[in-house]
């Protein structure tokens, strides 16, 4: 149960609340797709994450990824979602870590008996990073395939930040590293959503001085 233990210490249990960025304060919200059809704005998405995320998994370590599904908790229940996964090029190896949460009374599972949040976590090389974004977008759009009917959360957990592209619109970043937060934050700020583009200056402006000075900086070295 490493990674289920890590994600809760790191983000203090509040990795897999909704809306994350309102839930766990001093993250980053990006703004994904824009105007145009089905596909030009699943393209743009898919395109502008790779560029972000890019710069939190170094190519040196593995992603840590954590899938989550609602359903009855047996696997058997979850056979279409694992079928459209490989699809998408991703296997779910045998080291990984499956845990089960009920659902909260905000959940809308229409009363449905025996009805928990799975969750899958296990390691993947960063090859595998548009993969894991392809099918992460591809869950509303119900014309683009391989689609997996789940959420993908990506974490950095050596770096402590973590990564959720919720659909086509949007991704989140989070995590208690400031320092690499501050550094994407200013790298990437055209992409990020105007609507809460003045709660994100508030941290990260250079009036506000970064309170984790322990990370490295994008691309480089380990601060010694």
């Not at 659902?103 to 009805?115: A, C, G, L, M």
């Not at 086509?168 to 809460?196: E, F, T, W």
């Amino acid at each position: 149960m490493r990674f289920r233990s890590e994600i809760e210490s790191i983000f203090e249990g509040k990795a897999f609340l909704r809306p994350l960025f309102y839930s766990y304060p001093g993250g980053l919200r990006f703004e994904l797709s824009e105007g145009g059809s089905a596909i030009e704005q699943f393209l743009l998405a898919l395109r502008k994450a790779t560029t972000i995320c890019a710069d939190i998994f170094p190519v040196s370590k593995p992603i840590t990824v954590c899938l989550r599904a609602f359903g009855k908790p047996n696997l058997f229940a979850y056979r279409n979602l694992l079928s459209e996964l490989r699809a998408a090029g991703i296997s779910i190896p045998r080291s990984r870590c499956l845990w089960l949460v009920a659902p909260s009374p905000d959940d809308d599972f229409d009363d449905e008996d025996d009805i928990s949040w799975l969750h899958i976590a296990f390691e993947a090389p960063t090859s595998l990073l548009q993969n894991l974004l392809w099918s992460a977008f591809a869950t509303d759009f119900g014309s683009i395939r391989p689609r997996p009917r789940c959420d993908i959360y990506l974490f950095n957990l050596s770096d402590k930040v973590m990564v959720w592209p919720y659909d086509d619109r949007g991704m989140d970043v989070i995590g208690p590293n400031h320092r690499l937060l501050s550094q994407i934050y200013s790298k990437h700020s055209q992409y990020l959503l105007d609507y809460d583009r003045q709660t994100m200056a508030a941290t990260f402006e250079p009036s506000n001085p970064p309170l984790n000075t322990d990370a490295p900086p994008i691309g480089g070295a380990p601060v010694s």
